[in-house]
C-alpha cells in the first residue's frame, strides 16, 4: 500500500484561533521539513472565525504553494469543518489535527513509521488529558458507554489526531450522513487500524471551542449514529412492565375471589403511574433524537459551504 515517500496532507479546523496560527505553522513547517517526499501540503480550513484567523491563514497560503486556505461561509462546527479538509486534501497521506496544538505535530513522523510497518489508520490515544477532573471522567464514562452500546469497536480514548491512507479517505468522503461523528466512521470504514500512544498538550493559547452543549451533541451523534441499542431496551422494558402488570392483575384477582378484598395503595399508585409516564416520555424523546437524524438526512443540505478558497 504505502509508496517509498508519499505525500502527506495536514488537514486542520481552525475556529478563532487567531493567537496560535503562527506558533501553529511554525510547528508544522519544523515538522515537515523533516519529511521525506514531498511536497507536502496543509490544509487549513478556517470555520467561520469572527476574529483574524482567516486573515493570517489566507497571508500564509499566499506566500506558500504548500499552504491551502479555505473560509467557511459560516461557522458549521468541527466535524463539518474537518470534512471540509477531508475533501480538499490531495496527498497520499492525510493526517487529522486540531489547530489549537493540543495534537502535538511532533508526533507525525511516529505516525507515519506506523503507517509504514502496514497501517491504513493510525489513531493517536491520549495517555494523560490536561482537562479538569470533572470533563475527563466525562470522557473516561462516555466512550466507554459507547464502546458496550455499539458493536463497532470504536478504539478508547482516540480522538481525531490520526493518520489516514488515501483509501480510508476516499471511502469518509462517501459517506453522506450529516451528524458526522468521524472518529467513529473511521472506525466503520475498517482497513487496518492502529493506535499509538501520545500526551495530550494543554492549548497553546485561547480556550476550548467546545461549549458543553456542542460537547454534548458529539456525544450524543456517537451514541445514535452508530447504535439502535436504546431503542432495544425501550422494548425490552416495556416488555417486562407488561409482564409484571400481569402478574400484578393475577395476584389482585387471586386475593379479590379468596379474601374479599381489594389491595389497597394510593401513594403507590400515584407512583407507579408517574414512574411510568417519566420512562415513556425519557423513550420517547430518545425515539425523537433518532427521528430528528432522519430528517435531517432527508433534507439533504450540504454538511458546509464554503465561501473562498486560497492555494497558490
Ligand atoms: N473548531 C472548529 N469549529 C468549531 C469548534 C472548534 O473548527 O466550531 C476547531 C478548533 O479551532 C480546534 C479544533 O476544532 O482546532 C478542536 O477544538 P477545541 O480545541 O476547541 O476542542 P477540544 O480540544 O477542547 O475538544
Ligand atoms: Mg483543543
Redesign the pocket.
Known sequence: MSTQSPRVSIA??????EQGVSELLRRIRAVVEQLPGGPHELVL?D?GSSDRTFELIAAAATQESTIVAISLSR????QS??SAALDNVTGDLVIVM???L?DCPEVIPELIAKHNQGYDVVYAQRLVRR?GWILRSCYFWFYRLQSVLSNLRVPLDA?DFALLSRCVVDELRHLPEHHRYLRGLRAWVGFRQTGIKVERSE?FAG????TLR??LGLALDGIFAFSVVPLRVAMILGLLTTLLSLLFAVYSLYVKIFSHRSPEGFTALILVIVFVSGVQLLFLGMIGEYLGRVYEEAKGRPHYIIAKKIRR
Open positions: 486542520i479546523p481552525l475556529y478563532n484561533e480550513v470555520d461557522n458549521f462546527g468541527h469543518a474537518l486540531d489547530g489549537d493540543q482537562e480522538g492549548r480556550e476550548s471551542k467546545y456542542r460537547l
